[in-house]
């Protein structure tokens, strides 16, 4: 019985093949974009999560309040760890986690190959809490040693080819002699860690006199502790007492401290105001709902298009019960038929999933490969292409089969315009939230646009930004006048922060602070070059002067003035908290700048003259050539003064934009599906108006007759779909509005909500849809009427 109902579908789909190819093109799109996104949504949903241990482990989070705000950071002081482990007796485990030599990025050589490459500095327990896997060595021993390195496979193969590389050298920062004892294998794509090789935390301290002296410094927060609890120890008692840990070791300290799970590090790192608010848990829970929108817009496609041709078949119906058919006969064959289009949908869907994830991987900047070894997703998929095939066949099988026989070859019957107010409810969903999604590929566009249209504040056209390695340092003015002198560069600075970072702040008095106030600027320690070099505008005082002849002058931005209330700022004395018996005097105020987010407002900064901490030599290059000519000509100069490392630098326009990386990638992916889902909807609306047309073939003919023109006859038959399409426009845009309101509310610097956009959203919808429809309104207009008639 089953083969003969799958012979009748497949005979069916056949002679329709026009209408087979929408049905099944439609709800292969829609379930190939629900694919997709459940694919990314898994990758988001599983990040970290594949640690033996990975219930117990969490980091140690501070709470700090300053300037009348709550603020969470992951840096604590040096001495914490000490205190995590013999304090606390729910701790199992501790390790120190930190970035190689205090920057992200460090110099490998091995011969005459030379690297720049990410590095993290761990503590002696990492491997026995976080279970990476390894190539060579043995996480017991790899950090024992103290001049130990542990590469990962890209590295090691980069560094010493295909050979096992343990027991080799590799030369760190041009100072150290390390030894390879451990390779790990790639890690996954989905999870936090980001670094391309390991070095032990003793190592760092042992050679870095600041850190030694800051093993009893509690003011100095620049490590990430990790920490495993006891299988059976309660987080809440933890958490209870690292409450007040930090200011039991240090009265005078704003900071709390407490712990945040592995499981929730990537999608739930924001805080506002000391409290876990979410993440990027937003953007997954929003996609995830947005695949779920786009595979009920298939779906609606599927069973409109299945009813509306079903409807043809009450004659089919009327003979089939006069041979003798059972109800329950007419019922599995309409079933069948719909399975079977689901299911060839299915393959198809598969197919375009294989031949787009690589687009898909390059539109999210991931690596994800389809899930052919989980049982759970091919369960999901299967199941839901059986229950969204049972669906679609119901109506056309409980209701058609329910038709008398003789009534229906009588012609007693009428069924189609009559029944096709389900279809018109359906139809209003599916563009309500094609309209919806137009609208927020619209505003998310404005949005980004608008925070990268906002001032900066200072120049970052041909500005870039270059790691101070020792040497460059020590040899920092034959550097800059080397680089002044090939003609290529036209300023040159150093800075304890790149031009879009900011690395370092401090907490400060002055006269007229309130007594229980607390303030906190941020910091950043540069040469008298820094504001000519950035193009940063002093608004009143002056510059540093050369030579460090300014070892007590500070420069504040107007944030900063704004904030401490300075209505005289020059020459206001002023002490770090950590340094009292330094006096500071204030020399210029400096116009905001926008170094770190660009949709926060900009925070109070103060520059230093020139410290000891600089890290990073910023230069613009010289407007009169072209880039590619201006970096042949300074590569020398770094090739003389930095042998051990290769040319490496980065464009501060760059580095600025990779900011909205998160909101660019939200918008772009709103623009694909908003583009597919008004595909999808557009393929079921042209087999509704096909089907239309074909149902009033009879009326159209009369109306020809008697006189009709064919732009009436197309306004006829197009009006119905273009009135549908208004009223999904009128539920799309408050519905669209509320959503998009919460989005921004996230955003301190934003756009509004436009009236326009909604018109043009609901506008162009419409367009598309009249497009649509017009092309078989006007063909059936154009039909003779002697042949329309005639085929009734």
């Not at 101070?468 to 040899?475: G, I, K, M, Q």
Request: glycine share 6%; proline share 5%; aromatic share 10%.
């Amino acid at each position: 019985m089953l083969q003969n109902y799958l012979k009748i579908a497949w005979r069916g789909l056949r002679k329709n093949r026009g209408f087979s190819f929408i049905n099944i093109l439609g709800l292969a799109v829609g379930m190939a974009v629900a694919m997709l996104i459940g694919i990314w949504v898994w990758d988001e949903l599983t990040f970290d999560r594949f640690y033996q241990n990975e219930a117990n482990l969490y980091r140690v989070m501070l709470n700090r309040t300053a300037n009348g705000e709550t603020t969470t950071q992951p840096n604590g002081p040096l001495p914490l760890g000490d205190v995590l482990r013999n304090e606390i007796p729910e701790i199992r485990r501790v390790t120190e986690s930190l970035n190689t030599n205090m920057r992200a990025e460090a110099g490998l050589k091995v011969g005459d190959k030379k690297l720049v490459r990410k590095g993290q500095n761990v503590g002696s327990e990492f491997f026995s809490m976080f279970d990476l896997p390894m190539v060579y060595g043995s996480p017991a021993t790899a950090l024992k040693e103290l001049n130990s390195i542990i590469l990962t496979e890209q590295t090691a193969e980069s560094l010493f080819g295909k050979t096992d590389p343990l027991g080799k050298t590799v030369r760190l920062n041009d100072n150290f002699d390390l030894n390879v004892t451990a390779v790990l294998k790639k890690l996954p794509g989905n999870t936090a860690w980001d670094f391309d090789f390991i070095v032990p935390f003793s190592h760092l301290e042992a050679n870095t006199p600041w850190m030694q002296s800051s093993r009893t410094n509690w003011n100095n927060n620049i490590i990430e502790y990790l920490v495993e609890l006891h299988p059976n120890a309660n987080r809440a008692a933890v958490d209870s007492k690292l409450k007040g840990i930090i200011k039991r070791h240090n009265p005078e300290s704003i900071f709390e401290a407490f712990l945040h799970p592995v499981e929730r590090w990537h999608l739930y790192g924001e805080f506002k105001n000391g409290k876990n608010t979410g993440g990027f848990i937003r953007y997954v829970r929003l996609f995830a709902m947005v695949g779920l929108a786009v595979l009920l817009i298939a779906c609606i496609n599927f069973m409109n298009l299945a009813t509306a041709r079903s409807e043809k078949r009450a004659k089919e119906v009327g003979v089939r019960k006069a041979v003798g058919s059972f109800r329950s006969q007419l019922i599995g064959q309409f079933l069948s038929e719909s399975m079977l289009i689901a299911g060839l949908a299915l393959v198809l869907a598969l197919a375009l999933v294989l031949v787009f994830l690589p687009v898909f991987n390059g539109i999210t900047q991931k690596q994800l490969t389809f899930p052919w070894q989980l049982s759970g997703f091919w369960l999901l998929t299967l199941g839901f292409t059986v229950i969204t095939g049972a669906l679609a066949g119901s109506y056309p099988a409980f209701y058609l089969s329910s038709f008398n026989a003789v009534r229906v070859l009588k012609g007693s019957v009428r069924v189609g315009r009559n029944a096709n107010w389900p279809r018109k409810v359906l139809v209003v969903v599916q563009f309500t939230g094609c309209i919806a999604f137009i609208i927020s590929a619209i505003l998310v566009y404005q949005q980004i646009q608008y925070a990268k249209n906002r001032p900066v504040g200072y120049n970052p056209d041909r500005l870039l930004t270059v790691a101070l390695t020792n040497d460059l340092n020590r040899n920092y003015d034959a550097v800059r006048n080397e680089l002044l002198r090939s003609g290529a560069v036209e300023n040159v600075t150093k800075a304890s922060s790149p031009a879009t970072t900011i690395t370092g702040d401090t907490r400060v008095d002055w006269a007229g602070k309130a007594p229980d106030e607390i303030m906190r600027l941020n910091l950043i320690g540069a040469s008298p070059d820094y504001l000519e070099t950035m193009g940063i505008k002093l608004k009143s005082g002056r510059n540093f002067y050369p030579n460090n002849a300014d070892s007590t002058a500070v420069i504040l931005n107007e944030a900063a003035v704004r904030a401490m209330r300075l209505k005289e700022p020059l020459n206001q004395e002023m002490t770090m908290v950590w340094n009292p018996g330094r006096k500071l005097h204030v020399i210029g105020v400096v116009e905001n700048s926008i170094i770190e987010s660009p949709y926060t407002p900009v925070n109070p900064l103060m520059l230093l003259p020139s410290q000891p901490f600089e890290s990073y030599l910023i230069f613009r290059l010289a407007p009169h050539l072209n880039s590619a000519e201006a970096l042949a000509r300074i590569e020398p100069v770094f090739q003389q003064f930095n042998p051990a490392y290769p040319f490496d630098y980065q464009f501060v326009n760059d580095d600025y934009n990779r900011k909205f990386k998160q909101e660019e990638l939200v918008g772009k992916l709103a623009g694909v599906f908003a583009v597919l889902a008004v595909f999808i909807a557009c393929l079921g609306l042209f087999g509704l108006a096909a089907s239309l047309a074909e149902q009033r073939t009879k009326e159209v003919g009369i109306r020809k007759v008697l006189g009709a023109s064919v732009v009436s006859l197309w306004g006829l038959l197009s009006r119905e779909f273009v009135g549908l399409v208004l009223i999904a426009c009128l539920l799309a845009s408050p519905v669209a509005a509320y959503v998009l309101s919460n989005w921004l509310n996230q955003f301190d610097y934003r756009i509004g909500l436009k009236i326009w956009v909604f018109a043009l959203s609901g506008g162009l919808a419409i367009l598309i849809a009249l497009l649509t429809v017009s092309f078989q309104s006007i063909k059936a207009a154009l039909m003779n009427p002697v042949k329309s008639l005639r085929s009734e």
